[in-house]
C-alpha cells in the first residue's frame, strides 16, 4: 500500500515562491490573541509541513508495527520506511556510510551517548574535555559529568566580547591531556557561526577528535560531515522541520565500533546468553529497544521537504532576513544587540535597557509574536557577557518580512509600556 503523493509532488515542483512555502506550514496559518502569529522561535522548535504531518498520520494510519523483528507485511514497510530515512539523513549530511548514522532522541542524547561510550573508552585521570565557551548545557554538563567521574577536566576555549570564539591560544589548550574538543558548528544563544573546520583541523594535526553539536546548523545550511573532518556530528529532527523524540549522532565507524553501547536491551544484540552477550554492529549497536520509529520516519520526509527547496536557498534566505532584523532592530533606541559576531546565522539576540527579558517576550506574546526570553541553556555565555538573559528571535526561512515588521512594532510597544 503506497500513501497517496499527489498534493505532495505538486508542492515539491519548480521553485516556488517563499509565500508558498511559507503555506506548506499549518500552524504558521493562525491568530494568536488577535494577532496573526509571528513565529521567531525556530532555534527552540521548528514547525512541521503539511508533507512531514501527512507523513506521521499515513505510517500511524497504514504502516505501523515494530521494526527489525516481524515477518509480517506491515514490520517489513515500517523496517522498510525506517531504514530509508536513515539513508535520507546519511546523503542529507554527506555521511559516507548510513550505519555511522545513530537514531537517538535529539542532541542531547546523541552528546550524552559520545560522553559515556567514548569517554568510558578513551577518557582517564589527568586528562582534559576541551569545549568552547559558546555551548549549549547539552554540550557542557555530560563532560562535567564524565570529567568528575574520571578525575578528568574540562578546559574551556575562549569568546570576546562579540560572541566570537579566539583562537589565538587554541594551539596551547591544545597539549598532550586533551582527549575530545566539544564545539557548536552555531551557537543558539547568540548565533554565530563558528570556525569548526579550522578548529578540526588544528585538533587532528596532534590526532585529537572533534564532537561537533550541530543543532543549530543542520536546520539552516548545507552541512557535510566529511567536509568539515568531524569525528561526531550531534543534532536534532524538531529544529528542521520534523518531529520531536528523534535526533542523529553521525560518527566515524573506527569511534564507533570501539564505543561500548550507552544503552543495553532488545536489537542492540546478536546474541544473548547467561555466560554472556555479543553486541550487534553499528548502528544497532547504540539503538537499544523499540525506536521512535513514526519520529525517524518524519525527519526522513523533513529532510525530503528540505531537500527540494534547497538548503543553500535557505541558507541565503535566512540571511536576508537577519540582515533585515539586524539592520531594524540596532537602529532603535535602547534596544542592544547581544552577540555581534562577524559570522552569524539565523539568531538574533537582544535586551532593552531597563527592562527584563521576561517582561519583552511577555507583552510581544499579546501581540502574537514568540520569542525565547531567557538564559537560553546557555549560561556560561551570559556570564561571559555579564547579563541574565537575553530576548531571542530566532528565524527560519518561512518568516517574512511582515514577521520582523510585527517585531519591530511589538518591541515600540514594550519601550512605550515600560516608558523608556
Ligand atoms: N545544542 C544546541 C546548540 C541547541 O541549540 C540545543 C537546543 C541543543 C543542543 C539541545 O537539543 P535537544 O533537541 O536535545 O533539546 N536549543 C534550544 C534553544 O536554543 N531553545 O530551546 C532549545
Redesign the pocket.
Known sequence: MEMPVGEKKMRREGKRSWDEIRNDFPVLQQNIREHPLAYL?N???SQMPQDVIDRLVWYHSAEHSNVHRGVHTLSQRATRAYDQAREKVAQFIGAPDPKECIFT???????NLVAHGFGRAFVDEGDTILVSAL?????IVPWQMLCEEKGATVEVIPMNDRGELVLDDLDELLDGSVKLVCV??????LGTVNPVKEIIDRAHQREIPVLV????AVPHMAVDVQELGADFY??????MCGP?GI?VLWGRRKWLEKMQPYQGGGDMILSVTWEGTTYNDIPFKFEAGTPSIAAAIGLGEAIDYLDAIGMDRIARREAELLDMATQRLSAMEGVRLVGTAEDKAS?ISFDIDGIHPHDIGTILDNEGIAI?AGH???QPVMDRLGIPATA?A?LAFYNRELDIDQLVAGIYSVKEIFGV
Do not use: L
Open positions: 522561535d532555534a527552540a522548535s532522541s535529539g542532541t542531547t542524547e546523541g552528546i555551548e549549549h548545557h547539552s554540550n557548536n558548528h552555531v551557537s543558539n544563544a553539536d550541530g543543532a543549530q550531534a543534532f536534532s529532527g524538531h529544529k520531536t535526533g539568531v525565547r537560553h541553556c546557555a531571542r530566532s
